[in-house]
Nanobody
Framework: VQLQASGGGLVQAGESLRLSCVAS????????MGWYRQAPGKERELVAS???????KYADSVKGRFAISRVNARNTVTLQMNSLEPEDTGVYYC?????WGGGPFSDYWGQGTQVTVSS
């Protein structure tokens, strides 16, 4: 599975950005998809995830500001980020859990897209 992310950039606090990710799944089955981020000097953390049936999880710090959505038929996941804060700055990675046939699920990552929020 290859994940291609897009949509990062530089914005001011309070503005919005939308991140998109497309998965080339070939014959893989994709389960959860989501977004992680890594700020300088910090560990990578979950921002939001969405299951194949639409169940969502959010980091406490983004609840009420970010919204994750998914179109299974297009193998895409989108993260709408509103009311951005400087603390949201980091490299955002698209993530997917996928498996070949009936095998075990593995983690797949996109190349990362930079989000910078200035105060």
């Amino acid at each position: 599975v290859q994940l291609q992310a897009s949509g990062g950039g530089l914005v001011q606090a309070g503005e919005s950005l939308r991140l998109s990710c497309v998965a080339s799944r070939n014959k893989f089955s994709i389960a959860d998809m989501g977004w992680y981020r890594q700020a300088p000097g910090k560990e990578r953390e979950l921002v939001a995830s969405i299951s194949k049936v639409g169940g969502t999880k959010y980091a406490d710090s983004v609840k009420g500001r970010f919204a994750i959505s998914r179109v299974n038929a297009r193998n895409t996941v989108t993260l709408q980020m509103n009311s951005l804060e400087p603390e949201d700055t980091g490299v955002y990675y698209c993530h997917a859990q996928a498996r070949w046939g009936g095998g075990p699920f593995s983690d797949y990552w996109g190349q990362g897209t930079q989000v910078t929020v200035s105060s």
